[in-house]
């Protein structure tokens, strides 16, 4: 099969390529739950480039070459001896973690802590290629108005913000106020689900005039510029108190400071970009009570609500397609901010 494969670390990102088109052999089921799924499309992620970065060499033990793509869609190509719930020709989306469901926290549905685990397209082959070898456990079904190149980044992206903003969206009341940091590929997604599961009002600061314009597409009630005085202007919106949740799709640079100068005493900053850090007097922490959130992807039951969303029409991904040999445009427009909403790699 074709695949874009990455061969080399490259920690400034300056190289004319990032991964290589070639061909690979085709991956083959090993296990009887084992199901290979014909890729229709796989999202490109920050993520991805922090791998060609080199940022997740200590994180995961993966030996080079290998092949990234963690958003992946597309069509059941062959099963294993026990697969039951999916059949050759089905449409399907691959939750981003392969699990082998014994473990306390699969039974408990928490994927991504689960013990015997891994993760394609982070520790293992992902979908930048022609076919994807994954598990029985990791598959939905899509409705018929869900193309799979049309929802594949929902597996990371979708998700994530997805499971942010639900968890945020349970404690926000009408006449109180979330802010987004971030309407990029993630924080549009975090817009719409906020929008459908609470009345808050949205508050979405971004540095892109773009971003913003697609922010108030998705339904955001308020914008603000970023880059300059954001904390003020959030804290005008909501008579000078702050939001009760703030939701950071940046996590660097300034983001996480200024996110927490958004966040109202009691209130709750969720972190979900990354790269930056977290550092904060004791006695803040004390005498405002707010509370740091963490949020990993998420879970499968969290994809199959997010799925319904989409089907409904509530949540829709902003994408500019690609070829699978364009992987290395594909990235660098990602890394020079070139994309709205997501890129999505079609085989």
Known sequence: MKASVLHEYDESLSRDEFVRYEE?????????????????????????????EGIWRSKVD??????????????VEAVGSAVESVKVGDAVICHPLVTS??????????????????????????????????GERSLIKLPKSL????????????????RAAKKASR???????????????????????????CAAEIIVVDRSETALQLAKDCGADHTVKGGGDEVQSVLELTSGNGAE??????????????????????????????GGKIDLPTIDMITSEKTIVGNLVGTYPELVELMALADRGLVHLATKEYRLSEANQALKDLHHGKVRGRAVLIP
Not at 103 to 123: E, K, Q, V, Y
């Open 101 to 134: 469901g014994y473990c306390l926290a699969c039974r408990r549905g928490d994927d991504m802590h689960a013990t015997d685990s891994s993760f394609p397209g982070i520790n293992a082959n992902g979908g930048y290629a022609e076919y994807l070898l994954t």
């Open 62 to 75: 993966v030996v080079l070459p290998y092949i990234m793509g963690h958003e992946n869609a597309g069509w």
């Open 171 to 197: 404690h926000l009341l009408p006449g109180q106020f979330a802010v987004v940091i971030g309407a990029g590929g993630l924080g549009h997604i975090g817009i719409q689900v906020l929008k459908a599961l």
């Open 245 to 274: 949740a703030v939701i950071d799709f940046v996590g660097e640079g300034d983001a996480v400071a200024k996110g927490l100068a958004m966040t109202r005493n009691g209130g709750f900053y969720y972190i979900v970009g990354y």
């Open 24 to 52: 690979v052999a085709d991956p083959k089921i090993g296990r009887p739950t084992d199901v290979i799924v014909r890729i229709g499309g796989a999202g490109v992620c920050r993520t991805d480039l922090h791998v060609v």
């Open 147 to 162: 193309a799979p190149k049309d929802v594949a980044p929902y597996t990371d992206a979708g998700l994530t913000a997805y």
